[in-house]
Structures are given as structure tokens and as C-alpha cells.
């Protein structure tokens, strides 16, 4: 990168700067103008100059020019105007002039912000243009939260910079010589002693700046490494919770604030102090020409008019020689910033750019063999990891690789990644350095998974299909408003030096992973899911998710088939009673009272059990045949039933796990609710106590609590308000409550209970395992099993895929790795979360039936089971970072070699 | 079936017979009440043990996986308790368990049965009295066995 800003400003903005610096020029003349305009108003018209008799008329814009070759040309003869007419006029002009000045400054200042503005989004797009081309090795070094901070912060000032940068010094400059050439005119001496104390000014003042500025260097470094700090302590959280390090932390921020805060504040007492020399060295020149002026003119040697002729010019000097000292300080800040910054990202062995250059035609399969010559690796410390090693792995070959940790097996699939650059050797296809290929070779035909995964916040989808997502692929059509945005925003792009790629286009290469599009995406994708046995949690996902109506129609349209099957196939099976259904005039016995009650979804968050319970349709309803006092009542046993269970166990007792409706906080609260409101009827209780006592009865279910507290009558009387409530619903609630209905989707509850549209009862053994297993049959009969894996797509995975399992995140790094359909594969012991037997397990699926239907990539798998390598067509054998056996299973066991002692 | 129903049946187990009705509604809460249809199994043998279960009606199958197949070791029957053998030693099941006709269970969490065995001494003492039971009938069949074996050999 460009080391000085001022170059780099008008390197890549030379044209803006000098046409604003001639729309400057421009608006002077105006500016000019409407100086001289009150002088003539008041000696004209008001005074009454050259009207000294009644009616007498001037000439008002009378335009005439003498111009070259045509001689005098006279554009506008001018009007002839009364006084009063010509004072009208003359204001109007002023006016005018007003207006005039105002739009240019407008002008102006605008264009300046947004040069300013393009000039940032072209330094932060540069400065992640060169972190996406860091060498893996940098990213050892840095924290990522420092670097954040640097595109984020420390290159803002510099966008307001950029407009000032040439403008500001042109049109200040231009006005202090001005005026100090004024003096020198009026006497040369006085003159001379002005411009030696602004030589003073302009010599002393960047000196005492330069500790400024060296402040101002220390200031950005401990505010930049304080970020850093703040990044590491989020994302070691755990750690520091472990080791019960927080105060640690604490004290190490508290010493870096203090550092901080020294550095500020002596920063600030030296910039007041230059203000103060500053200040006095302006205000001692007309102490100068006082003093020496007055004496020389006693003395005779200086007329007194001009004297005072120069105390007056002097008073337009240092007003912008203050702002243009001002803007050199802004200068020099933002010049160290930069350098700051760039120092940081000029690294050594940046990606060359060609590397990454966009490729959307589709890549050649690599028919070449991999080789590695003479590869030496070595760590960060320079201790080597592996040492001349020189092997070929050919087009379609599976080979392990095995080795104790520390043998340079790592290393070795490392390397083939390029993750580690060799110290020595290379790594080649077909004689070209896969260092030297453009990653559209490499990042498309060579997967690669290790255990360390990284997930984008995102959906799963998202996440899995990243490997596919190599160049726009469909060209988005806009139209309308869009349109126009679009191509202004390809225009903005263009001028700020930003690509002009559509990041709202369709980036996942289908063809490259062996489908036509994203319809049939899912026959590729499910055998993958499959084989790395995570489809049965992308199931569970998707049913414990809400289904958004319109993406999934396949699948909620159809849903009142599922749910015929569903209870065709459980009779099929007499397991009849594994789920309770709901039905409109019946009460579900599975289901809470308060399910029962609102037969319906609620639409969270805007509609809540509280926001419910307090509305008043709510309550007139159930106020109607004395229900509340039904559930009153009930809710009172609940409670005294609780009570004489719970209340001489501590409250850690595993047993509260049970207590569903209540916490053990709750109860000494509901004991003495009881010694107050038992035996006394309703009207005892505050409304506040009622509710407390009510909403127990809303979560209390007959089969699991098992108190016999619902009797026949109570459940009509239930199935009775609802459909009173259900009746004549206000609009509000029913934009917010969805009932069931056996013959619609319900968007507000998940797929589970709408393909269940029922309870699974309490009492049955293993109810939900046998669900589970029944369910994924079904969905695969019907051939619904791809929209619910779909469904289970638009899983939100957090933050850097936290919401998964570290099991989950492993088996989905493996499956996104398959699914890029790679000529080289290579697993770098990539599922150690994983128990031994699955992982052996998903090794069969991936070995033996994965690449059945002929796209058959070469494998390299760097093992952790060793009893694994017989899968593989060939075994290579590292110890201490050599190469030493190489063989295939059957022939390396005949050895007795390494390989020997490793399987027993 | 309703909480205090279960109470009643539990006070029937020989293995609570000592405990308070109190103490047995909070086991009977606490615990999963589960039904079973003649045929299904309760756990199956080198399943991790996860839970204890008191047969309320009902009867089930204790068998026990050899080289021919599943062979039928015991019959168990209402008011008795299974499966906490495995809960105790922190092994595996040592045998499956199927119902043999419509059975009703209480299914004890394996944290919940040591809890209570560490609050009520006299459950605690119970579980010994019925392990030593079955043990020395487990020693008379065995030397029963052993001699039936040396006599068959002469």
C-alpha cells in the first residue's frame, strides 16, 4: 500500500480534487461580489450618489467587455432605474448573491463528504481485501478484534480528511499570502517582522507537535490493544470463568484504562500548552508593530497612516493561518494513523490478487497426482514438522495416513490445504506449485476438514452449501425503484474501487455439486447427511422448528395427508393411545388446562400466557359460568398438594426437576398464600393472589401430576369456554391466537405439533423415541423427507456456529468438505469430539457406500483409529516427521514394521 | 390412576413397606408413571441403566441372552421392583425385561432411587434385605444345580 496518505488521496482522486478545487476558484467570484455590493448600496441609492437631481436614472448592469480580436462588445445595454428602483435592485442582487454563495458551499461541503466517504469504503474494502490475502502464517500473530478496530476506527477520520486535503491548504494558503503580501506592500519592514513570526509559527509549533503527534501514535496503539483484550476476554470467557481469572482480567484492563488515561491526559496538556504558543506568538506581532512601528513612527521614520493600515491588514492574517496550522495538525494525525495502519497490513508474501480472481466459468477436474517434493515444514518456532518428504497420492487413490500426533501426518494434510506454507519444497499438480494456482483450482477440487470448524452466523443451509459459493452464478433482474438503486449502488462500487459482485445473486455452483439446481440439491445432499449420521438432528431440528408457510408449501400444504397418515399408521401399529389428539369438542387430557382452555397457538412474541391471561375478552370468558372459580379452587389443591410434598426438601433437591408448575423459591410464597386463603372462597383473595393461584391450575395436566382433580363436568365446563372463546374472538386476539384446525397448517406452532396435531400421552413408555422413529419412516414414504431436512436447513447456527454441538459442528465440517464433490479430499483427523465407534462408523459410510454412483475423488485421510487403514488403498506410515513406510494395508502388516506395532 | 392410588400400591412393595405414605407421594410424583402392552419391553440386557421400575399391575419376563437365544430366567409380578440391581453397581442391564401382559410401571430416574436411599436408611436397609434374599437363593439353586451336574456325571 501507498505509505503516504496525501499520495494515496490524490492517487486515486486527482480528478475530484482539482475539480473542486476550481468549483473553489469559481465561487470566490461571487464571494468577492457581495464584499463590494453593500459599499456601492450605501454610496449609491442610500447616500444618494449620482442621483443627485429628482428622477434622475442610472445605468444598472451594463455589460461590456473588451475582448480580444472583436474589440469592445457589449452584451446587455443595462436598464435605466430611479434611485428606489436601483436600491431594489441592487438588494435583490445581494440576495441573489446570498443564494448563490449558499448553494456553492452547499455544493461544496457536500462533494467533499462524499469524496470523504468514498474514499473510506475504498481504504476499508482495501484493507480486507488484503486480509482475505494474508498469508495463513499472519494470522498467528494478529487478534481479530485489533484488526476489526483498525478497518472500523482508525481509518474513519481519514474519509473527512480526504475532502480537506487539497481544498483547505489551496484556500487558506491563498488568503494569509494574501494578506500578508498586503503588508509587506504597506511597509516592507513591518511586513518582514510579520512574516519572520509566522516562519517562527510555522518552525516552533510542528516541533512541540511532534510529542502530539508521538502521543497521539501511543494513544491509537493501547486503544487498538485494549480491543484486542476486550475480543479475547469474550471469546475466552470460558476459560476465564474456569480458572476463576476474572480479577486477573480485571486488573490487567484497570492497568491498561490507567496507561490509557496517562496517555490522554498529557496529550491533552500538551495541545493546550501549543494553543497557548500558538495564541501568544499571533498576539505578540501587533505587540511588535505597537512597540516598533509606534517608535519608529515618534520617531518620524514611518508615516502613521500606514501604520494603522497594517495593524488593519494584520487582522486578516491569522485567522487562517490559525485554521491552516489546524489542518496540518489534522494532517499529521491522520498521516500517522495511516501509517499506523498500513504498517499493520503491508505484510510479506501477500496472496498475489490473481490468485483469488474471480472464476465463474466451471473448473477442469484435476487429473494430475498430487505431489509433494522434498516438502519440509516446520512450526511457528522453526522447529520442523515434517522433513523431505517427497510422496504421490493419483486421481481416485484413498489413502491413509497414520501416525502418532506429532508424527507429521497433521502437517502433511495441512500443507496439502495450504495452511502451512513449506519451509522447503513444494507441493505440486501437474508441475505447478499449488501455492502459484488460482484458489478457484485449489478451493474448488481439493476439500479439505480438520477438527477445528468454523461455522458463519447463518442457517445451516448456508453453511453447508459455503463450499459452493465460488461467483454469481445467476444475474439478478431488478426492477422499479430496485433498479435504479441497483445501478447506483454499481456505480458508487465502482468509484470507491469495490467489486461490483451481486451478493444477492445466486452464488451455489449446483453443477459442480453434480445436481441441476436448487430442487433436486437434496439428492446429493441427503446421502452425505447420511453418511455422517447427522440427518436424524436435521430432522429433530426441523421439528422442533416453526415452518415459514410460503418457503416450505411442499410441506405444510400437504399436511392434513401427513397427519392421516400419521394416525393410519398408529393404528397399523396399535399404538393408537401414543398420541391424544385435539378435537374441537373434546378435552385433551394430555394437554394442560390452559391448552385446553385456548385450543389454539399463540404468535410469540407478541402474544404471550400473561398478555393473555390479563386481556379482558380473556377473562370475561372465563368469568361467564364461574369457571375462575373452578380454576381457583384447582389451583388452590394444586398448590396445597405441592406444598405437603416439597416443603421439607432443601432446595437443591434433584426432585424439584418434577415440580413443573412452580420453582422451589415458590414455595414458602404459596405456603403462606394457603394458611391465608384455605377454606375461605375466592373473594379472600387480592387479584393479584388470584392470579398467582390460577395460573398453577393452567399448567397442570391429569395423567403427569396425577392429583384427580379434573372431573367430567370440569372438562365440559373447559371445552365449553373455549368454544365461547373461540366464538366471538376480538380482532386483536385473533391476529394473534391461531386455532387448531385439523384441516390447516399452523403457523405459529412447530412442524412436531402439527404433524402430531395431539398430545404424545404421558404414560406411554419411550413415546417419543417411538414418534421419532415412526415420523422419519413416514416423511420418507411420503417423500416428504427432503422438505423436512430443508425445514431443518434454516437452522440458525449462531454465532460462529455456537449453537450447534461441538459433535454436530464436526459432522457437518466433514459433510460440508463431501459435498464440494473435490477431486482431492483430505481429512485431517476430523471428528475427534465424536466417540470412537461413530467415528468409525461415519469412516465405513464415507469409504465404502459414499461415492458408489462414479464421482470417485481421492482420499486422504489422516486417521485416528489406525484399525481404520484397511479401507484405504494405500497406508502411509509417518514417525517423527519422516516418511516411513508406504505400502499397501496387506503389505505394511507382512512388514513388521511401525505400521505393525501401531495397529496392535 | 391418581397419585394416592399409586401410594397404596407402593405401600403393597415389600421394599416400602416402612417408608411414610408422605415420603411415598413424593416418590410416586417424582416418578415417570408409564404403561406398557403385553410384549413390549421394559429394557433390554447391556442397555446403560438409567432407572428403576415398580410394577403396579401387571407381570413381565426376565430373560437373559445366550448363544440359543433369549432364555427365560424369572417371572416378576405386580408390587415388585426391577432393575435396580444395575443402578446400584453402575453397570449395564444384566437382563431384558418384557412385559408379559398390559403393565403399569413407575419408572424410577437412577438419581432420584440413590437420593432416596441416601434420605430413608430404612429403604436402604430393605434393598440389603432383599438383595441377600435373592442372593442365597440364587447360592441353594446354584448348589442345587452343581449337584444335579455331579450326579448326571457319575
Known sequence: ?904 | MLLKDEVEMLRRVPLFSGVAPAKLKLLAFTSERVSYKSGQTLFRQGDPADAAYVILTGGADILSDSPSGEIKVAEIEHDSIVGEIAILCDVSRTATVRANSALEALRISKDHFLKLLSDYPEMTIEIMRVLADRLSHTTTELSEARSKQKQAAK
Open chain 1, 1 to 904: 500500500m501507498e505509505t503516504s496518505l496525501t499520495r494515496y488521496i490524490w492517487s486515486n482522486t486527482r480528478l475530484q480534487q482539482i475539480w473542486i478545487l476550481f468549483v473553489v476558484a469559481v465561487s470566490m467570484i461571487p464571494y468577492f461580489m457581495s464584499f463590494d455590493l453593500p459599499k456601492q448600496i450605501v454610496n449609491g441609492p442610500i447616500q444618494g450618489n449620482g442621483f443627485e437631481t429628482p428622477g434622475a436614472t442610472r445605468t444598472f448592469m451594463h455589460l461590456e467587455y473588451n475582448l480580444p480580436a472583436f474589440g469592445k462588445v457589449v452584451f446587455f445595454d443595462g436598464l435605466e432605474l430611479t434611485r428606489f428602483q436601483t436600491l431594489m435592485a441592487l438588494s435583490l442582487v445581494f440576495l441573489l448573491l446570498v443564494i448563490i454563495n449558499g448553494l456553492f458551499k452547499l455544493y461544496i461541503n457536500t462533494y467533499k463528504g462524499r469524496l470523504g466517504e468514498r474514499m473510506l469504503r475504498r481504504i476499508r474494502f482495501e484493507l480486507i481485501d488484503r486480509v482475505l490475502r494474508f498469508p495463513p502464517a499472519q494470522f498467528k500473530r494478529v487478534k481479530s478484534a485489533e484488526i476489526a478496530t483498525m478497518i472500523k476506527d482508525e481509518v474513519e477520520p481519514m474519509g473527512g480528511f480526504t475532502g480537506d486535503a487539497f481544498v483547505q491548504p489551496a484556500l487558506l494558503g491563498g488568503q494569509a499570502i494574501t494578506a500578508l503580501v498586503f503588508i509587506i506592500m504597506q511597509n516592507f519592514w513591518l511586513g518582514m517582522i510579520a512574516a519572520g513570526i509566522v516562519a517562527v509559527q510555522g518552525v516552533v509549533i510542528p516541533r512541540m507537535r511532534k510529542r502530539l503527534l508521538e502521543l497521539g501514535r501511543q494513544r491509537q496503539l493501547t486503544a487498538r490493544e485494549l480491543s484486542g483484550r476486550v475480543g479475547e476476554i469474550v471469546d475466552g470467557i470460558g476459560t476465564i470463568h474456569g480458572n476463576d481469572t476474572s480479577n486477573f482480567e480485571r486488573a490487567d484492563i484497570a492497568s491498561r484504562l490507567g496507561l490509557i488515561f496517562s496517555i490522554r491526559y498529557d496529550l491533552y496538556q500538551w495541545k493546550f500548552l501549543v494553543k497557548f504558543i500558538n495564541n501568544f506568538l499571533a498576539q505578540v506581532t501587533p505587540f511588535l508593530f505597537y512597540s516598533i512601528g509606534g517608535f519608529l513612527a515618534l520617531q518620524g521614520r514611518l508615516d502613521i497612516g500606514q501604520l494603522v493600515a497594517v495593524i488593519n491588514a494584520y487582522k486578516d492574517l491569522p485567522g487562517p493561518l490559525k485554521e491552516l496550522i489546524d489542518w496540518d495538525q489534522a494532517r499529521q494525525d491522520v498521516q500517522v494513523k495511516y501509517n499506523q495502519v498500513v504498517e499493520q497490513f503491508n505484510v510479506d508474501m501477500l496472496v498475489d490478487s490473481k490468485i483469488q480472481a474471480l472464476a465463474p466459468d466451471p473448473v477442469n477436474r484435476l487429473e494430475h497426482s498430487l505431489h509433494a517434493v522434498n516438502l519440509t515444514l516446520s512450526d511457528d518456532s522453526g522447529a520442523p514438522l515434517l522433513r523431505h518428504v517427497t510422496l504421490e497420492i493419483k486421481p481416485g487413490e484413498t489413502a491413509a495416513i497414520v501416525g502418532n500426533s506429532g508424527s507429521g501426518a497433521e502437517a502433511l494434510a495441512e500443507a496439502f490445504a495450504r495452511l502451512i506454507w513449506p519451509e522447503q519444497g513444494r507441493i505440486t499438480i501437474d508441475g505447478k506449485d499449488i501455492l502459484e494456482l488460482p484458489e478457484s483450482i485449489t478451493g474448488r477440487r481439493i476439500a479439505y476438514a480438520a477438527s477445528d470448524t468454523y461455522f458463519f452466523h447463518g442457517t445451516l443451509r448456508d453453511n453447508l452449501l459455503y463450499g459452493l459459493k465460488h461467483a454469481p452464478l445467476t444475474k439478478v433482474e431488478y426492477d422499479g425503484a430496485k433498479a435504479a438503486k441497483n445501478k447506483w449502488n454499481i456505480n458508487e462500487a465502482r468509484r470507491a474501487g469495490n467489486p461490483e459482485l451481486d451478493v444477492n445473486s445466486d452464488w451455489v455452483d449446483y453443477v459442480s455439486a453434480g445436481v441441476t439446481g436448487p430442487d433436486d440439491l437434496f439428492k446429493v445432499v441427503r446421502p452425505v447427511l447420511d453418511a455422517v449420521l447427522i440427518s436424524q438432528d436435521i430432522l429433530d431440528m426441523a421439528l422442533r422448528s416453526n415452518v415459514d408457510i410460503e418457503t416450505h408449501a411442499d410441506l405444510t400444504d400437504r399436511i392434513v395427508e401427513l397427519r392421516q397418515a400419521l394416525r393410519k399408521r398408529l393404528k397399523k401399529e396399535d399404538l393408537d393411545d401414543l398420541v391424544v389428539p385435539f378435537k374441537l369438542d373434546e378435552y385433551n387430557p394430555q394437554a394442560t388446562v390452559g391448552e385446553n382452555l385456548l385450543f389454539g397457538s399463540m404468535r410469540r412474541p407478541m402474544m404471550t400466557n400473561r398478555k393473555l391471561a390479563a386481556h379482558p375478552y380473556f377473562r370475561s370468558v372465563l368469568r361467564e359460568n364461574d369457571l375462575y372459580i373452578d380454576l381457583y379452587n384447582m389451583g388452590l389443591e394444586i398448590a396445597a398438594n405441592a406444598v405437603e410434598l416439597f416443603e421439607d426438601l432443601p432446595p437443591d433437591h434433584p426432585f424439584f426437576q418434577q415440580l413443573t408448575f412452580m420453582t422451589a423459591d415458590d414455595i414458602p410464597a404459596y405456603q403462606v398464600l394457603l394458611q391465608k386463603l384455605q377454606g375461605r372462597g375466592i373473594d379472600a383473595a387480592s387479584a393479584d393472589e388470584r392470579t398467582s393461584i390460577i395460573r398453577l391450575s393452567f399448567s397442570y395436566i391429569e395423567p403427569r401430576h396425577r392429583f384427580g382433580l379434573l372431573n367430567s363436568q370440569l372438562m365440559a365446563k373447559i371445552v365449553d369456554a373455549r368454544a365461547r372463546f373461540h366464538q366471538n374472538m376480538p380482532d386483536d386476539l385473533k391476529a394473534v391466537i391461531e386455532r387448531y384446525d385439523p384441516e390447516r397448517f399452523i403457523s405459529s406452532a412447530t412442524l412436531l405439533d402439527n404433524v402430531l396435531f395431539g398430545r404424545i400421552g404421558f404414560t406411554q413408555a419411550d413415546g417419543s423415541d417411538r414418534l421419532r422413529t415412526i415420523l422419519r419412516d413416514l416423511f420418507d414414504r411420503l417423500g416428504l423427507f427432503e422438505s423436512v431436512l430443508s425445514i431443518g436447513m434454516d437452522f440458525d447456527v449462531g454465532s460462529g456456529g455456537k449453537r450447534l454441538t461441538n459433535v454436530q459442528r464436526q459432522k457437518l465440517n466433514v459433510a460440508r468438505a463431501l459435498l464440494k464433490r473435490a477431486d482431492y479430499v483430505i481429512f485431517n483427523r476430523p471428528l475427534p469430539a465424536l466417540d470412537q465407534r461413530v467415528q468409525d462408523h461415519i469412516t465405513h459410510n464415507i469409504m465404502e457406500d459414499l461415492h458408489e454412483e462414479g464421482h470417485a475423488p481421492a482420499i486422504i485421510w489422516v486417521l485416528s483409529n489406525t484399525a481404520l487403514a484397511n479401507l484405504f488403498d494405500r497406508v502411509i506410515v509417518f514417525d517423527k516427521g519422516t516418511l516411513v513406510e508406504d505400502g499397501t494395508h496387506a503389505t505394511l502388516l507382512e512388514k513388521n514394521g511401525i505400521f505393525k506395532e501401531l495397529v496392535s
